[in-house]
């Protein structure tokens, strides 16, 4: 099983610079360029979360909402979209008993290249939803 030390270890070999913001919880960032992961080592799982957007309180998101679930269905490889707490967030669930670096390092990547793919159009159907 991966242990807190391998995962860190994953991040150096990641070039990500991380900090632990409490025991088991990484805030991660592999370039200056890309939203910041947060890692929860919490066995038997590891959990990613990257926070997209605050969602919009007007009603009218059915739209973005489909979107979402389009993507999810379509072109997120690793994790999906989901709400949490009135954000927007991509999570991704991995099992320590079998992780490797190249799980974690594709799941990472992926969740990146899906946030930064899909940003501008999500914050315009947001943004669309909310009257601005």
């Not at 025991?23 to 926070?51: C, F, Q, W």
């Not at 973005?64 to 679930?69: E, K, N, P, Q, S």
């Not at 707490?85 to 990547?109: K, P, R």
Request: charged residues 25%; hydrophobic residues 40%; glycine residues 6%.
């Amino acid at each position: 099983m991966v242990t807190r030390e391998d995962l860190e270890s994953f991040l150096i070999r990641m070039d990500a610079e991380y900090e632990e913001l409490e025991e088991g919880m990484y805030l991660a960032r592999t370039s200056a360029d890309d939203l910041p992961i947060v890692l929860n080592y919490s066995p038997p799982l590891l959990l990613l979360r990257l926070k997209v957007m605050d969602l919009p309180q007007a009603q009218g998101n059915e739209e973005l909402y489909r979107t979402l679930l389009e993507l999810n269905a379509t072109d997120v490889v690793h994790g999906a979209y989901g709400l949490e707490d009135g954000e927007l967030i991509l999570s991704d669930t991995l099992e320590l008993s079998t992780l490797d670096f190249e799980e974690v390092q594709a799941s990472i990547e992926s969740i990146q290249l899906a946030a930064s793919g899909h940003i501008e159009r999500i914050r315009d159907m947001a943004g669309a939803a909310s009257g601005s």
